[in-house]
């Protein structure tokens, strides 16, 4: 069943203009409160976070009201990362966390992931009632018992010490000089405030949010004003966080970048040695390097695919009993520390086995050597189908073909804007190119 609301993570779209206008918010915020007290009972609460979106002020407070409007308590957290949110719904015993972001899209965008009392984000049953609710009519309480909203001062701290906690006791990070881009988003004081605390000498970046600059020149999606602090200041490495601060990229003492399959690489093969890693098993998408998978199978570790997007990266953990998984572009999940990606927890373990071997992050950042890969993406407008198109399926299976096993293509739409995402896998790079090349100019000839 197509969704109209529902993407990969959550509801996503421009600030503004439907679905992310404060009337739909508002719906889905009453929705959410009407599936989490499906008993009647008093005395249920919910959770939110934020980033630092300018919209954010405008979706937290629709949201607040819709939540309200069914007879929920609301905790207003402020400006927290997403993993925050998922620690902070149990923790406070919540049967609902909301966190607003677009995570790595521009300022312009906003967006709203839901997650259980459990602290996981909601399933596609779970999405498809709310959106469902949303969509129709949702029924009010009576005035004597709509909720009640308050701000919760100290949500970054109970975080801030949760981070810390998953960082070896053992160890410090006194001597590491350690770039930290925050994206100008969530992580703006959270991430700085942990490294240093453990001993870091710290290099800020990313950490002036004014409601318009997130993810700007900065962060996850934009490495290279980190790496050009790393060559400027003589630093040891560089995290890198989106505006939301779910997923990480690393950058080593020279400037280069290092991905989320170098980071699952590193650690699913010190996992394994240290008998930590359940399932000898790590679970990631289908957009996963194959010199990642032939990286894994020659120390016995198995790779368990996934569709894209962390959620299901964590639903596949979950069924499988697996504690470590991610994404490429860098959501590392880890159940024994969070319930979704949690970029400062992953960057930190990779300081921690920095300090552990004494080895550069330019040597723990190359564990295999990638097989070529390219993506593309083509952007397309309201209602087009560009997939359906006879002419882009022909070319789908024209270059099948010729890459005749030899390669691997994915094509696939974006489940978080309008784009189609069109990448293939081959050692022979001029093949590579002409195969997506050939689909990408049948999408756009489609659109």
């Known amino acids: 069943m197509t969704r109209k609301l529902f993407g990969t993570d959550g509801v996503r779209g421009q600030a503004n203009s439907y679905p992310m206008t404060a009337e739909m918010a508002l719906r889905i ?3 959410a409160g009407r599936y989490f007290r499906r008993d009647g009972a008093a005395g249920h609460r919910v959770v939110i976070g934020k980033d630092t979106r300018l919209s954010g002020y405008m ?16 905790l207003l957290l402020g400006p927290v990362p997403t993993p925050a949110v998922g620690m902070l719904t149990p923790s406070m015993r919540a049967d609902l966390g909301v966190m607003i972001s677009a995570s790595h899209n521009p ?15 909601l399933d596609d049953t779970a999405e498809r009632a ?15 018992n709509i909720g009640r909203a308050k701000r919760i001062d100290d949500g970054r701290f109970r975080y801030l010490e949760r981070v810390k906690s998953t960082f070896p006791s053992a160890l410090r990070l006194d001597g590491l000089k350690v770039v930290i881009d925050c994206a100008n988003g969530a992580a703006y004081r959270a991430a700085p405030e942990v490294l240093w605390e453990l001993g870091a000498e ?44 779910d997923r990480v990229i690393l950058i080593d003492e020279n400037g280069a970048v290092a991905d989320g399959d170098q980071i699952m690489a590193l650690f699913a093969n010190r996992w394994a040695e240290d008998g930590r890693l359940k399932g000898a ?51 590392i999940v880890m159940t024994d520390y969070a319930t979704t990606g949690d970029g400062l927890v992953a960057g930190l373990q990779f300081l921690a086995e920095m300090v552990r071997t004494g080895k550069p992050a330019s040597t723990l950042t190359r564990s295999f050597e990638k097989v070529p890969q390219l993506l593309k993406n083509v952007r397309y407008g309201a209602g087009a189908t560009p997939l359906e198109a006879p002419a882009v399926k022909q070319a789908i299976a024209d270059a099948e073909a010729r890459l005749d096993g030899s390669g691997r293509l994915l094509i696939r739409k974006s489940g978080t804007e309008p784009l189609i995402r069109v990448m293939a896998e081959a050692e022979d790079e001029g093949l590579m190119t002409e195969v997506v090349d050939q689909i990408v100019g049948a999408v756009e000839a489609s659109v």
Request: aromatic letters at 2%.
């Open 29 to 31: 915020g009453a929705a």
């Open 59 to 74: 979706i937290e407070n629709a949201l607040t009201a819709g939540l309200t409007s069914t007879g929920m308590n609301v």
């Open 107 to 121: 300022a312009e965008d906003n967006g709203i992931k839901l997650f259980g009392p459990d602290g996981f984000k």
């Open 130 to 144: 709310i959106e469902d609710m949303a969509l129709g009519v949702v029924e009010p309480v009576q005035a004597t």
């Open 202 to 245: 710290v290099i800020p970046l990313g950490v002036e949010p004014n409601g318009l600059n997130i993810n700007s020149g900065c962060g996850s999606t934009k490495p290279e004003a980190a790496a050009a602090k790393i060559r400027e200041t003589g630093a040891d490495v560089g995290i890198c966080l989106d505006g939301d601060a």
């Open 281 to 331: 098993t790590l679970a990631a998408t289908v957009m996963s390097n194959l010199g990642l998978e032939r990286f894994l199978a020659d120390r016995s570790i198995r790779l368990h695919r996934t569709a894209v997007g962390d959620r299901y990266v964590v639903e596949a953990m979950r069924a499988n009993g697996l504690n470590l998984g991610g994404e490429q572009s860098g959501h």
